[in-house]
């Protein structure tokens, strides 16, 4: 007996099950968006769009992780354009591919590249506004296990975002590709993570006029929340991942210690009444703790009027869970039929908003395709044809430039003092940059006059090919431009980059990563990084640092001192 064809939601969440393999006849390079990892790590796939009766559906297909390579899905290219075959089945699924926009290759008037400020994921314009989350300078690092936030900012985006910056990539994003919705997010910060998206939030609303949605890690003092919302934010995001405790205390080290589910939840609710029904997400993770507990998870959500965004787990290359198994289709079936009946049973608006396609995650919206047939789908699908007509008035409003309500005599926000942070206490310091405090090197110039190291870089290279020749083994080290860049004779993907990160300091940074697998993708999957006074380093270390690159960044041999997060950017 032959399996039924997908639609469009079933053969996404396939896909993201499952991932894909690339065929030979593909011709992304010229095609494609390029592969972003960038925030979370999500986006490290392929940008794709399943056409589909009810509507056209974006993802982010897995093509770059070890699953993936085993993966029945094959997409390729024809006379009829690209397509998703399914090697189980023999059925071809026709997609489109969205191109790459003009601006990405573009530089801002600071001489920022603009797509290290910002992405398209999906339709959506997505900035991460911060440094790394202070949850991975700890010692132990208490970041998620899933996450490689802080493995990416610095890496494959610049370390911090400048408001101009932004400003002219939004405004880039809206007048040539149509983006409608602006998302800011950040890991953890101290306490300062509202703050830091005031003058984000400020001059989006006044100088680009678009949605803004903010995604921030929660706060007690609550009034914050109504202070953003007269600047005029549309949308919050609540990432509290687990429903079960037991799940969220294992996952999420960080913000088990600092925050706890029940933050999470008074700040979801508290929003939830502030903004009405459909504005505010809880956003979860399927795939990892049990099904029940993603399903109670979908039914709080629903149940304070907010609307479940669903993430099926991706085992992202370089985060702790990357030997993590992804979940099975049946499940993921299961759970996102049941979004769809939380939805319907609570009347939230799904899809009222204009032109707002979030590739990483199956929206709710994606789950009409799998409605069971009856007057309940049909009542729920005339209310939600009633609410995208009813809104777009609102939604025409909110996006117009232009001061909003009590910000507009409110004052501009000044810059975020550069202050150090103790993350063990979530203290601030007194602004002093040690470069052994990664926390307070965070906040510190990086560019501080300091008397150099009298042992010269070039003598720490030459130490380092005596190393890499000591070992027997064809490394291939090739220099230019003050960084050193070490490959392993049998590994293909795994690369060292050996450089200075702070023009006039003394230390360096041996930075670990894999290359795309993509040829015409300049991302990079970072393991993390050494940084070391020149004189200080040893010969054994730097024979452990081969050895690691050599054995493909074995997590259980990973050197002494190493950093899953940076302070700086890393060269190309």
């Known amino acids: 007996m032959s399996l039924p064809r997908h639609n469009p939601c079933e053969l996404e969440i396939d896909l993201f099950c499952n991932g894909a ?58 006379a009829g354009g690209y397509h998703a075959h399914d090697t189980r089945t023999g059925y071809v699924y026709p997609i489109r591919i969205p191109e790459e926009p003009a601006w990405y290759g573009r530089r801002t008037a600071r001489g920022t590249e603009m797509s290290k400020v910002g992405v398209l994921q999906g339709t959506y314009l997505g900035i991460y506004i911060a440094n790394s989350c202070l949850f991975w300078y700890s010692d132990p690092p208490q970041n998620c296990r899933f996450c490689t936030t ?51 939030v400020r001059a989006l609303k006044e100088e680009v006029g678009v949605l803004v949605g903010v995604q921030l890690m929660p706060s007690k003092d609550l009034r914050q929340y109504d202070r953003l919302v007269e600047m005029g934010v549309d949308h919050f995001s609540f990432c509290y991942e687990f429903h079960s405790p037991e799940a969220f205390a294992r996952y999420l080290p960080g ?154 005599a409110a004052p501009q926000a000044a810059p975020l003092p550069q202050q150090a942070v103790d993350v063990s206490t979530g203290a601030g310091g007194n602004g002093a940059a040690h470069d052994s405090d990664p926390a307070q090197a965070a906040a510190a110039p990086l560019t501080a006059v300091a008397t150099p190291s009298p042992e010269p870089i070039a003598t720490v290279f030459a130490r380092l090919r005596h190393a890499a020749a000591e070992t027997s083994r064809p490394f291939r080290l090739e ?68 050895d690691w690159l050599d054995g493909g960044f074995d997590p259980d041999r990973r050197p002494p001192r190493l950093k899953k997060a940076f302070l700086y950017s890393i060269p190309d």
Not at 518 to 542: C, H, I, K, N
């Open 255 to 408: 913000k088990e210690r600092w925050f706890g589910q029940k933050a999470f939840f008074e700040a979801m609710e508290h929003c939830a009444n502030l903004l009405g029904k459909g504005a505010v997400s809880g956003e979860i993770i399927a795939g990892v703790e049990p099904v029940v507990d993603t399903m109670r998870a979908i039914d709080y959500i629903t149940g304070i009027g907010a609307f479940p965004t669903v993430c099926i787990f991706r085992p992202v290359i370089g985060a702790e869970m990357e030997r993590h198994p992804s979940p099975r289709y049946e499940d993921m079936r299961a759970v996102f039929e049941h979004v769809y009946e939380a939805c319907r049973k609570n009347r939230i608006p799904i899809g009222a908003a204009p032109n707002i396609e979030v590739s990483l995650v199956v929206q709710p919206d994606d789950t009409r395709y799998l409605a069971r047939p009856g007057m309940a789908a049909w009542t729920y699908e005339s209310f939600l044809a009633a609410a995208r007509v009813g809104a777009m008035p609102l939604f025409a409003r909110k996006s117009r430039k232009g001061p909003r309500g009590a910000a507009a």
């Open 21 to 78: 393999r690339l065929d030979p006849s593909c011709t992304l390079e010229e095609d494609a968006r390029r592969v972003a990892r960038t925030r979370a790590g999500l986006g490290s796939g392929l940008e794709i769009v399943i056409p589909g009766r009810l509507k056209d559906i974006w993802m982010n297909v897995p093509v770059e992780e070890d699953f993936a390579a085993s993966s029945p899905y094959v997409i390729g290219r024809d």
């Open 150 to 200: 802080g493995s990416n900012v610095g890496v494959n985006e610049v370390a911090q975002k400048d408001v101009a910056d932004v400003i002219e990539v939004a405004r880039a994003a809206k007048e040539e590709s149509g983006v409608t919705f602006v998302h800011l997010n950040s890991g953890h910060q101290a306490g300062r993570d509202l703050a830091l998206a005031e003058p984000y």
């Open 479 to 546: 220099e230019r431009g003050g960084v050193l860049d070490v490959a392993p004779p049998n590994r293909e993907r795994c690369r060292m980059k050996v450089f200075r990160p702070r023009e006039g300091k003394d230390r360096l940074c041996a930075f670990f990563y894999k290359e795309s697998n993509l040829g015409w993708s300049r991302d990079r999957y970072s393991y993390g990084a050494v940084e070391f006074l020149p004189a200080q380093v040893t010969e054994t270390d730097m024979r452990t640092w081969l």
